[in-house]
């Protein structure tokens, strides 16, 4: 079992930078894959990146690719999600999640969830 909670959402201008972080509590953190997704208002949630285990391996959705890193720091049980050169289509409500085994994009894939926080990008 893991509890994840998400910080660092807020507002920011189009071409900004926010970085958000993912605080995992309970056991073995270092065995779940992480990932990313958001969902934009009456749109369906996305995923954004995922992370595996050891932080050796990244997956990103093309959105996102050269713009996004993800990272995780497993003594701090933390994964975050750097963003830079932010677009109003970035503008969701962005959640943490927590598997074990293989990494995937499929949302429906992940066990664990935070209640995820929001990113406003204004044009």
């Known amino acids: 079992q893991v509890q994840l909670v998400e910080s660092g959402g807020g507002l920011v201008q189009t071409g900004g930078s926010l970085r958000l972080s993912c605080a995992a509590s309970?056991?073995?953190?270092?065995?779940?894959?992480m990932g990313w997704f958001r969902q934009a208002p009456g749109k369906d949630r996305e995923f954004v990146a995922a992370?595996?285990?050891?932080?050796?391996?990244?997956y990103y959705t093309d959105s996102v690719k050269g713009r996004f890193t993800i990272s995780r720091d497993n003594a701090k049980n933390t994964v975050y999600l750097q963003m830079s050169s932010l677009k109003p289509e970035d503008t969701a409500v962005y959640s943490c999640?927590?598997?074990?085994?293989?990494?995937?994009?499929?949302?429906?894939?992940?066990?664990?969830w935070g209640q995820g926080t929001q990113v406003t990008v204004s044009s």
């Open positions: 309970g056991r073995a953190f270092s065995s779940y894959i």
């Open positions: 999640a927590a598997r074990r085994g293989v990494l995937y994009s499929d949302a429906t894939r992940y066990d664990y």
């Open positions: 992370i595996s285990a050891g932080g050796g391996s990244t």
